[in-house]
């Protein structure tokens, strides 16, 4: 049987019923398909853009939270009539507050026109088709749980329920939750391959304070959060579904989001040493700024379900002012900056999100900003401690290291490669002509470093060079001085590289050329024992 598009006109049709009270639920649990027939309302909506849907919670501009709800609003529902292939059916209840609000939802679609296959030549519906491609209808049968209302009775010989949404709402109006369930006419034209059916589905659960407020949310009408039928939220355990909660400020706006993976979405990205059951979340929090922008400031942080907060970032670079040193006056001015703490050693607590972060000094903790130079800042601070013991100044490689006593005094100084004199000026010449060093330094490339040393009155002293040295001669292989004229021969670039290739060796030691230590491994092995060179890294867990 072939039905016209159309065929139900606008049909908004009142069935309170003069018992029934506000709030209750207008779905029954132990039959999601059954149409309710008494205390609600239902009015018919097109699909498409007037289908109404669940919409995820929300931060509005002035940092307050919408929370999960049915849009559009019913308020602005006016369509009121099905499409000639689908349609939706709308169930209102009271509200308790004088108002109306949906309360379930069922998707049908026409038993003849297919709302996914292509219009025909003349704009007409394409007709529906099985799964052998031919042409056939969906055929009628008796449905006993829709035909029970009077106006679904005379819809169920030209479109068929696909699936139904009921929605529950909790004594305060908030809505709580979300079941579906699909009907076997969705397999009546594919016997042989059948979908598997969505029978009491719980889709969606959310939990308020006694203040009325979003505290989590889990799951979407198109979510699955569980393949078992019947199960309820309260069954529902963290890191087996998709979890977001809420903290809030004082004045109601919205402190923090926080969220949690499903488990085997986050499993290739945690270190098999983790607990079992342990899982990673993300999450934002907004904080209430002073000063030049004022306004809310995002955080965003990454966490472990046990451990806590291990990195956080974050554009609002007067973030904990308290760890600026002098140097961050010298923040970078071009284009995208970004401020980042790390927590490579001890995770942070989420307990510091509820006091605005001001409490994370308490922890040890890595500073990274950019510098106007173009390198990257890194400073370790030691738990209840303001001041950095060190410093790292990175490009490619770590060009320079600094290190800094329990008084806050720089105590050392190591450098790799070239460093800006915008970082720091070098003054190699000046230790050469006062007779401390006596080869000339390699300063870029590998093996390129020089350690300084400072006293408890700040003064410098070079303790440590590395240089080239040519086998053959057994001498130094740079002339030196280095500024004044080189008497020896110039090779081309391609004979000096296949000289240095058979020839030369790296060697290291005091100012005066007294080796220490010789070969490119044993070099930075020895550096990084004896200083502590690049030793810290943001390896969680593990350090080199």
């Not at 999601?32 to 995820?56: H, K, M």
């Not at 303001?386 to 290291?401: E, V, Y």
């Not at 090779?491 to 010789?518: F, H, W």
Request: charged share 25%.
């Amino acid at each position: 049987m072939i039905v016209k598009p159309g065929v139900l006109g606008l049909m908004v049709v009142a069935l309170w019923a003069a018992s029934a009270r506000a709030g209750a639920a207008c779905s029954e649990r132990a039959d999601l398909l059954a149409s309710p027939v008494s205390g609600v309302s239902l009015l018919f909506n097109e699909a498409g853009r007037q289908r109404i849907t669940l919409q995820w919670p929300q931060v509005q501009i002035d940092g307050s939270l919408r929370v999960p709800t049915l849009l559009p609003a019913v308020a602005d529902d006016h369509h009121g009539r099905f499409g000639p292939t689908e349609g939706q059916v709308v169930y209102l209840e009271r509200d308790g507050n004088g108002g109306q609000r949906v309360c379930r939802l069922e998707q049908w679609e026409s038993r003849a026109y297919s709302p996914t296959e292509r219009p025909r030549p003349d704009g007409a519906p394409g007709l529906r088709r099985d799964e052998s491609g031919n042409i056939r209808a969906v055929p009628y049968r008796d449905v006993p749980a829709q035909e029970r209302n009077s106006i679904l009775a005379k819809l169920t010989p030209h479109y068929y329920m696909v699936r139904a949404e009921a929605y529950f709402y909790d004594q305060g109006g908030h809505l709580v939750e979300a079941r579906l369930q699909e009907t076997e006419d969705v397999n009546a034209l594919s016997p042989r391959f059948p979908k598997t059916l969505m029978i009491d589905r719980l889709a969606f659960c959310a939990v308020y304070n006694a203040k009325g407020q979003l505290t989590s949310t889990t799951g979407g009408i198109n979510e699955t959060l569980t393949t078992v039928p019947g199960t309820q939220c309260a069954e529902l355990q963290g890191g087996d579904v998709a979890i977001s909660s809420y903290r809030y400020h004082a004045d109601g706006t919205l402190l923090a989001e926080l969220r949690a993976p499903r488990k085997k979405e986050e499993d290739n990205g945690l270190d098999a040493r983790e607990a079992p059951g342990e899982w990673r979340g993300q999450g934002n929090a907004w904080l209430d700024a002073t000063g030049p922008g004022g306004g809310r400031k995002g955080v965003f942080f990454g966490f472990f379900k046990t451990k806590g907060i291990y990195s956080l970032s974050t554009e609002y670079m007067d973030f904990a002012a308290y760890d600026a040193q002098p140097l961050y006056k010298e923040l970078s001015s071009d284009g995208f900056k970004k401020l980042q703490y790390d927590f490579p050693n001890q995770r942070v607590p989420l307990s510091v999100i509820d006091d605005q972060f001001a409490s994370l000094d308490k922890y040890p903790r890595v500073r990274t900003y950019p510098h106007r130079s173009g390198f990257t800042v890194m400073e370790f601070f030691d738990a209840n401690r303001r001041a950095p013991r060190q410093r790292q100044w990175r490009g490619a490689d770590l060009n320079r290291q600094e290190m800094y006593g329990a008084d806050g005094r720089l105590t050392r100084v190591i450098h790799y490669g070239g460093i800006s004199q915008e970082v720091a000026r070098e003054d190699l010449k000046r230790y050469a002509e006062s007779g401390v060093l006596k080869v000339t330094p390699t300063t870029s490339g590998y093996a390129s470093y020089r350690v300084y040393d400072y006293d408890a009155k700040g003064k410098e002293s070079l303790v440590f060079v590395c240089w080239q040295h040519d086998v053959p001669s057994n001498k130094p292989l740079r002339h030196f001085p280095w500024w004044t004229p080189d008497p020896t021969p110039k090779r081309s670039k391609e004979d000096a590289l296949i000289y240095g290739m058979k020839n030369v060796a790296n060697r290291c030691g005091t100012p005066d050329g007294k080796i220490l230590i010789q070969g490119l491994a044993q070099i930075n092995a020895y550096m990084a024992k004896q200083y502590g060179y690049d030793v810290e890294k943001l390896s969680y867990d593990e350090v080199r």
